[in-house]
């Protein structure tokens, strides 16, 4: 099994769970978006580039705020499952060869998607389309493994997981080590979500790493009904606590 991720590919992984992504995909808080494009010109002149888009999920609450976006993401069902937006342009294409124009960007943003691409050719594409005095946004929602049930969810996805998380602190050290952007700024904001009974098994199920079928995904099910049951409330909801990571940095 290869330890890149980017080597693993990314747009077959994701076709199959555009549905299940696009439903029950966690959002980001508001204070995360809000840091990212504070400082830049007003909202409503600026172009963003985000970069493994997915369903547009980052995309809206960008364009929310009168941002223009253009959506890159290579598989095909993720870009089919994306809602609209008058100011959402979705495009075929890969982080590692962006196919925009030089200094064509106030904005690049990639979340939950940067520990899919190859650091180095991708990292050279962002400071290529940026404009100088651009902003670079790396952002993820981790789980925060202080709270119960969030903690047991992630012990059971280990049951289907066939990738290292140590390839996202990967990503990380390439933001600090490259010479192609400044120092790297890191934001922490809390962030928590609900879900009934058949979106937590759909937020498994739009894992790349979980299987569609088969004894695994019966198996992970079941224990996924069982902690659902153990921890829902009289709504008949369960919640996913996050500490959403945001790394920003500007081009040299």
Not at 31 to 36: K, L, P, S, Y
Not at 79 to 93: K, M, N, S, V, Y
Not at 219 to 239: E, M, P, Q, W
Request: proline share 6%; charged share 25%; glycine share 6%.
């Amino acid at each position: 099994m290869t330890n890149q991720l980017h080597q693993m590919n990314p747009p077959e992984r994701f076709n199959n769970r555009a549905e299940d992504y696009a439903k029950y995909r966690p959002s980001y808080p508001s204070a995360a978006i809000d840091c990212i494009v504070e400082g830049l010109e007003k909202p409503d002149g600026l172009t963003a580039a985000d970069i493994g888009a997915g369903t547009g999920i980052a995309s809206h609450l960008l364009a929310e705020r009168e941002v223009k976006v253009i959506a890159i993401e290579p598989s095909a069902g993720m870009r089919q499952a994306a809602t609209p937006h008058p100011l959402i342009q979705f495009e075929d294409g890969n982080a590692e060869n962006i196919q925009l124009e030089d200094n064509s960007v106030d904005l690049v943003t990639c979340f939950q998607a940067f520990h899919w691409f190859n650091p180095e050719p991708t990292l050279a594409e962002f400071a290529r389309i940026l404009k100088p005095g651009g902003k670079l946004a790396t952002v993820w929602n981790n789980r925060d493994r202080s709270d119960k049930f969030t903690k047991e969810y992630g012990n059971l996805m280990k049951i289907a997981a066939n990738v290292k998380p140590k390839l996202r602190k990967d990503r990380i050290k390439s933001l600090h080590n490259t010479s192609l952007f400044s120092s790297v700024r890191h934001l922490v904001f809390p962030y928590q979500y609900a879900l009934n009974r058949d979106g937590l098994i759909g937020r498994a199920m739009s894992a790349s790493y979980m299987p569609k079928t088969g004894k695994i995904n019966e198996k992970l099910t079941r224990k996924l009904n069982k902690l659902y049951d153990r921890y829902c409330d009289d709504a008949g909801l369960v919640y996913f606590k996050y500490k959403t990571n945001v790394y920003l940095t500007s081009p040299n």
